[in-house]
């Protein structure tokens, strides 16, 4: 499969529903990056606020779906993806503001209803963010939606002033006409320019007429409401006579409930009842206490005595599957690519590598746990939630409730993190909120809904990043040259069983599974990658910031150090002559060396320590990262990251500040699952459950970040995800250089001690 098809395709299946997406309706959907945009009809002044989704207030003008002016002179931005820290409010308001001329003190930012014809992903087909998609598949779109806003404001003002259009100028939110130093303000101009017809065809600006993108640093959208505590997440939700529902789930995948004794839960304070339901993604029924505060619940819940058949549940340790893995390792799989003859070169090289690369399953860990408000009413449900798939989820609601899905409606609110869980290709705990609003109503609670789950519920009953084995042998002559990379994968695969498999899986590969190592961007003249996807772990699975590139790029980079190393060459230099057809690669290769002071030595430590410096390369998600990381050891093996140098090519960046703050929140994220973040299962129990045995980043941990941006005409790309692959290659080829000591496995932990 070429890789620009696969990477497009993995795009989509990070965010993608089926339920009522054809695949032709996808791949069209997919295409429409490049080929289509969409903004709402207008219908006049109140068929305009309709097509916004909005109320419409008397006065405004809501020229489309994402855009209104208010008659104080507000600029609402209506944001179609959600804000889940990536600073996606802040970048959709910046191309709107652009193309408007707007000041950007009166910008403010709402998150979309549910609409999938209004709000589609341009890349999926359907409204939902992910795969670093936000900006790149609304770049044109919402500048467009700008430049149309403003061109009704300026007619609007020239009637007013009597004045032909092309007299006028825009800045800062006021229409100007120089000659007679008159000028109006967006608010006053509001009601007229909605009676102005709509441009069939806008002239978007070039970029050296850009007075926003890539030019200033911006105050974001969400800071100012994160700051004072004003801004809503669905923790904050309260609704009249609303109880709290935390649910019971079982201690092993695919255990069934079979008994419950509510007795001691409901003495707890504040306890109402305990509802039986149905669990729409699980096996079987489960359990849910209603009180009416959070402690209350989790207590209630806590107290509860439960009975679980465990004749179906998944039941293998770490050790064991490791074990099966390794084994499987050891036979040949499934062709993903066959390029050349691996085999002959092997057994003529000058030297052959071989090792195995093991990853671990990692929780999400995002900062607020999972949860979801549902308001059940008599034809509708209103559902308050912080989700990354919008109408996805929608469609799966309506599909329980047996409603049409624009009876479903919901309210994006902010999110505390995500990194992909409220992504889940089976709604599994938005639909378990609906359920449990269903059984509770059955059972007299005819009341709102906030269902809750732990961090300890999500660490012990989520989707994971896979367990991954990787398995490689690598020739090289006897210059050092490569001749031949075989790499056998081994990993459950995040799109079998969910509604995306049918479009994705084909002849049993799992494009996620082996991307950024399916078409290695090194020159290697044969190249044969192998892939087992086991279907036999009861260990639910889904994707995880940067998805397969989080365990490929571990893989591939450590390898090709492995190679420079072997052939005795400087690892930066042997990356860069492999890398000579890809100039972009190339491009942040060279620039991140530079920035770090690759040409120097590395200043030695204090007595006893050992400092190295390593240097990883990745694309992912059409973005190309570049990182040198430097690592000292002391002589007990205690590692500390010192510093990380960056360089980023994301095409034109459009805040700047945005993307370093990515790359800067991507490289803390890696750098937590390279040293610490694991999770282990024994007897088929998660052993972790919150942040004191699954670990994240210190805040004492953190390294120096420098991040330099490739200056860039090309359409912008991706980059919440890009900077984590190279990350844990970078700091265990840093390990090497310092140590001599090969890191083959993740995360880091004590491997370095004893």
Excluded at 153 to 175: F, H, I, T, Y
Excluded at 250 to 275: H, I, M, N, Y
Excluded at 293 to 318: H, P, V
Excluded at 454 to 477: S, V
């Amino acid at each position: 499969m070429h890789v620009l098809k696969q990477q497009a395709q993995s795009r989509a299946a990070a965010a993608l529903s089926t339920v009522n997406v054809s695949r032709r309706g996808f791949m069209k959907g997919a295409s429409g990056l490049a080929l289509g945009l969409y903004i709402a009809p207008l219908l006049g002044r109140n068929g305009q606020a309709r097509a916004a989704g909005q109320t419409g207030e008397q006065g405004e003008f809501a020229p489309n779906a994402f855009v209104r002016v208010t008659p104080e002179g507000e600029v609402v931005v209506i944001a179609k993806h959600i804000e889940m820290g990536q600073g996606t409010y802040t970048g959709l308001a910046t191309l709107v503001a652009e193309e408007l001329d707007a000041d950007w003190a009166s910008v403010r930012v709402e998150g979309a209803p549910a609409d999938t014809q209004r709000y589609q992903n341009l890349a999926f087909g359907i409204q939902g963010t992910g795969g670093s998609t936000s900006i790149a598949n609304s770049f044109e779109q919402m500048r467009q939606a700008g430049a149309k806003a403003r061109a009704m404001l300026v007619g609007a003002a020239a009637e007013r002033l009597d004045v032909p259009p092309g007299s006028l100028s825009v800045n800062q939110s006021k229409v100007i006409h120089e000659a007679s130093r008159r000028e109006l303000g967006f608010g006053e101009l509001a009601e007229a320019a909605a009676d102005q017809p709509v441009p069939d065809e806008v002239t978007l600006k070039s970029p050296e007429q850009f007075t926003l993108i890539g030019k200033q640093r911006l105050m974001r959208q969400d800071s100012p409401a994160k700051t004072d505590g004003s801004a809503r997440f669905t923790q904050d939700v309260q609704l009249d006579g609303m109880l709290i529902a935390v649910p019971a789930h079982p201690p092993r995948f695919g255990s069934r409930l079979t008994g419950v004794d509510d007795a001691e839960a409901l003495k707890v304070p504040g306890v109402v009842a305990s509802v039986r339901f149905p669990s729409p993604t699980r096996d079987g029924d489960l359990v849910a206490v209603l009180a009416t505060n959070t402690w209350a619940a989790i207590k209630g819940r806590d107290a509860l005595t439960l009975e679980w058949d465990d004749s179906q549940a998944f039941t293998l340790g770490s050790e064991a599957l490791e074990a099966d893995y390794r084994e499987r390792a050891g036979q040949p799989g499934d062709t993903v690519t066959d390029r050349g003859d691996a085999s002959a070169a092997l057994n003529e090289a000058d030297q052959v590598i071989e090792a195995d690369y093991v990853v671990p399953y990692l929780a999400h860990a995002a900062m607020e746990p999972l949860n979801c408000v549902v308001d059940l009413k008599d034809d509708h449900v209103n559902i308050l939630n912080g989700e990354q798939w919008q109408t996805l989820d929608q469609q799966q609601v309506a599909k329980l409730l047996d409603l049409p899905p624009e009876q479903v409606r919901i309210q994006q609110l902010f999110a505390g993190g995500s990194f992909g869980r409220r992504a889940n290709p089976v709604s599994d705990y938005v639909l378990e909120a609906v359920a449990i609003a269903l059984a509770a109503r059955d059972q007299g609670q005819a009341v709102p809904i906030k269902m809750v789950w732990t961090r300890e519920d999500d660490t012990r009953g989520g989707h994971y990043r896979p367990f991954n084995y990787h398995r490689a042998r690598l020739a090289l002559d006897a210059d050092g040259n490569l001749t031949a990379w075989h790499q056998r994968l081994v990993g459950q695969s995040i799109m079998t069983g969910t509604p995306m498999e049918s479009m994705m899986v084909k002849d049993g590969i799992d494009p996620t599974s082996v991307e950024g190592v399916a078409e290695l961007a090194y020159g290697v003249p044969s190249l044969n990658v192998e892939l087992h996807t086991p279907s036999d772990i009861g260990v639910p699975v889904q994707w995880w910031r940067s998805v397969g590139h989080t365990h490929t790029g571990f893989s591939t980079e450590s390898l090709i150090d492995e190679a420079a190393a072997a052939a005795g060459q400087d690892p930066y230099r042997y990356r860069r002559e492999r890398l000579h057809e890809r100039p972009r690669w190339q491009g942040v290769l060279d620039l991140a060396a530079e920035k770090a002071g690759w040409s120097t030595p590395l200043e030695g430590g204090a007595e006893g320590m050992k400092r190295g410096r390593g240097i990883a390369v990745h694309e992912s998600f059409d973005s190309y990262v570049a990182q040198v990381a430097e690592v000292t050891v002391d002589a007990d093996g205690q590692l500390k990251v010192d510093r990380v140098v960056c360089a980023v090519d994301c095409g034109l960046a459009i805040n700047p500040d945005m993307v370093r703050a990515q790359m800067e929140g991507g490289i803390g994220f890696a750098l937590a699952a390279a040293l610490h973040s694991e999770l282990t299962l024994d007897d088929g129990q998660v052993q972790q459950s919150n942040f004191h045995d699954f670990q994240v980043l210190r805040l004492n941990e953190m390294p120096q970040i420098e991040v330099h941006i490739v200056p860039s005409a090309e359409a912008p790309t991706g980059v919440g995800e890009p900077g984590v692959p190279p990350l844990a290659p970078a700091v265990t080829n840093a390990i090497f250089a310092a140590t001599s000591q090969r890191i083959r496995r993740l995360p880091i932990a004590n491997q370095l001690k004893g």
